[in-house]
């Protein structure tokens, strides 16, 4: 499964979670909560840890997606 990069997935996710949660639920909490998950992890400098930090993000990127088309 090839990612994509970092700011590419970063607007996708917020896009995704914007669409899907946030304006079906009617509150931020979801956008905040990547937009601190991707500030906190911004200063990562293992290859490994920034890996699987893209996967999991580009992961719940699908899953959101994939469950609203699926509603």
Same mark, same amino acid.
């Given at each position: 499964?090839?990612? +994509?990069?970092?700011?590419?997935? #970063? ?5 995704? @979670?914007? &669409?899907?949660?946030?304006? @079906? ?5 979801? &956008?905040? #909560? ?6 906190? %992890? ?7 840890? /920034?890996? &699987? ?6 992961? #719940?990127? &699908?899953? /959101?997606? %994939? +469950?609203?088309?699926?509603?």
């Amino acid at each position: 499964m090839k990612t +994509i990069g970092p700011k590419a997935l #970063y607007k996708q996710l917020l896009t995704a @979670v914007d &669409r899907n949660l946030t304006s @079906v639920a009617g509150n931020k909490q979801w &956008r905040e #909560y990547v937009v601190a998950a991707f500030k906190k %992890n911004a200063d990562l400098k293992d290859p490994v840890l /920034i890996q &699987r930090e893209l996967q999991l993000a580009q992961d #719940y990127q &699908r899953l /959101i997606t %994939n +469950i609203a088309q699926h509603q």
